[in-house]
């Protein structure tokens, strides 16, 4: 009889919907040591808050992958990492003067750049999530004065103006029938022997215009890609032979 170890074969536990249930708990230093971080990546300006004062640290306790699990779902960061990241910026970076923080980020930044890139958007996705912030977008920036933290299921139909109806009625537009389109000769800047351009629309008038080409040479204009498809000199080409081959 075959015993399989559950255990190996199960899978790494995943967070619930808004983070793991049970928050990673950072150390004071490591606690001080984010929300400085955070701090020196966003500084407090222009009537926007400090990230430490929105809970950016809260953010981090419930997305970090807790002690002892891989890092296998967003933001694919466990608190080893976290405790990592802490160690390289240095015991007195919480206390530090803001140049003396800027640096310090900066040799981290460039001696662990995957490590540190996924704390930074941490930080950046954190603090564009808190209602503070969301406030601040809307009474300093102009444009982003209706900006909600979920659109949806409302959408933005209070605040988007209306349609200028008489401006559409005048939107007009034409196209050909596949059926009549026609082969035209193209110059050899535009095409090779046995290419098929498929770009412009083009007039009878506009096609006369061209130099002849051999037969052998001419190509087919149906569209606005290129596609490496050869027409036979008798068959005519329309849209629906290249289904597939245009790219």
């Known amino acids: 009889m075959t015993v399989t170890n559950l255990a190996l074969s199960r899978r ?5 919907l808004g983070g793991w249930a049970d928050p ?5 230093a490591q606690a001080a040591a984010i929300d ?26 419930r997305y970090v992958t807790p002690k002892g699990q891989p890092a296998v779902w967003y933001p694919f960061l466990s608190a080893e990492d976290i ?22 980020v900066g040799v981290v930044e460039r001696d662990h750049a995957e490590m540190f890139n996924r704390v930074r958007d941490l930080v950046y996705q954190a603090y564009y999530s808190r209602p503070e912030v969301i406030a601040a977008i809307n009474a300093q920036l102009p444009a982003g004065k209706d900006y909600r933290i979920t659109p949806q299921p409302f959408g933005y139909a209070d605040v988007i103006e209306d349609w200028d109806e008489d401006l559409l009625g005048r939107v007009q537009g034409s196209y050909i029938r596949t059926e009549d389109v026609t082969r035209v000769p193209l110059p ?4 090779g ?6 770009g412009s629309w083009m ?15 001419s190509a087919a204009v149906v569209g606005h890609a290129r596609a490496d498809v050869a027409p036979s000199d008798t068959q005519d080409t329309q849209l629906g032979d290249f289904h597939g081959c245009i790219h």
Request: some cysteine; hydrophobic content about 45%.
């Open 24 to 28: 990673v708990e950072f150390e004071e």
């Open 12 to 16: 790494p536990p995943k967070p619930t």
């Open 188 to 191: 050899d800047t535009l095409a």
């Open 83 to 104: 405790a990592g990241i802490c160690g390289w910026l240095g015991d007195g970076f919480a206390a530090a003067d803001e140049d003396s923080r800027v640096a310090a």
């Open 193 to 198: 022997p046995n290419e098929v351009v498929v």
């Open 203 to 217: 007039s009878d008038a506009a096609a006369t215009s061209l130099p002849e080409r051999a037969p052998a040479e």
């Open 36 to 61: 400085a971080l955070a701090d020196t990546l966003i500084p407090e300006e222009g009537g926007f808050p400090a990230p430490s004062s929105v809970n950016v640290l809260g953010f981090f306790r």
